[in-house]
């Protein structure tokens, strides 16, 4: 989110927005996976892929701040999320909340897991706090602002449910995962979705590829709850 006389909002804030911190995990998500950062792993996982970088020393990043020190002993976890920090150092910024999740997936996780990891939770808590400043949201009662159901109108007036990924920046998929959800996803990104359990079931343009997904995943029409920041309807 940039500041200025308007408010720039980043893909997985467009999607905290619209449909809270699953939505905004989801997008976090798959901008790692179009980078070829994240993959499904076993089926309703999600694992690190990208072999850890070397080049350039660790800053203090969002993940850093957020990843923590690992538990007493465990040299093994504590190294693959130093070089995963690593390997982000040498890669273009992607935002605090991707950094935060690729941290986190350095031990492969169910989605449901990754959002309950304490370092996801602290990242989008210091996500909504930004919003709320931003006037974007407000904290009592945890709902969206004028501003931000304006600012979602706006955007999806400029970013219309895509029929397919021809043509589609990177930056056009995830926004229009962030702004549509499951319906997007279906369509730019089924089968890391469906793999990955952010779906619970997709059809797809491939033929002999219509499978079940595990339960329980799912971004659309989502609400916010008091827990989860803040919401209502545009």
Known sequence: MSGGTSVRLEPYEVALLRGGPRAAVTVAALALQLRGLVDAGRPGRIRATRAPGTAGPTGATGAAGAAGAPPAGDTEGGRAVQDALDTLDALPALGALPETVYAALQRP?????????????????????????AGMLRSLPPRRTRAARRSLRDLRDGH??????????????????????EPALSVLAARFALRAGLIARAEVADKGFHRRAPRGGGTGGVMYSCGGGGGGSD
């Open 109 to 133: 996780a169910s989605f449901a897991e990754l959002e309950a990891r304490p370092d996801v939770r602290e990242a989008l808590s210091g996500l909504r706090a930004a919003l709320v400043a």
């Open 160 to 181: 219309p449910l895509p029929a397919g990924r021809k043509g589609l920046s990177e930056d056009d998929v995830l926004m229009a995962v962030a702004l549509y959800g």
